[in-house]
């Protein structure tokens, strides 16, 4: 097992050795990040609020409100997100079918 691991990482350890020219990368628009400096401000405001004093559905607002402020900033940021047991399940069908 550790020498067809060794066998397949190596032709990537060779492929990186070679120097490609760098990429242009969009810049985001400025109307992206204004609205997202100001979702993050929100959250800020949210996260240093005092919540002892509210009651149980000002804090399930609140709640709702930083699910949908996450989910915008997700939306903006844009991206593919693999989470670990992807990550393991990836690994192990590679370790099936090499």
Request: hydrophobic share 45%.
């Amino acid at each position: 097992m550790a020498t067809s691991l060794s066998l397949t990482l190596l032709p990537l350890q060779s492929s990186a050795a070679t120097i490609s020219p760098p990429t242009t990368i969009p810049a985001p628009t400025p109307s992206e990040t204004a609205e997202a400096k100001t979702l993050t401000l929100r959250l800020n405001e949210i996260n240093m609020m005092d919540k002892t004093n509210l009651k149980a559905a000002d804090k399930k607002d609140l709640r709702k409100e930083v699910r949908s402020i996450n989910h915008k900033l997700r939306e903006i940021s844009g991206g593919v997100y693999l989470s670990v047991s992807a990550i393991i399940l990836i690994l192990i069908l590679l370790v099936i079918f090499l």
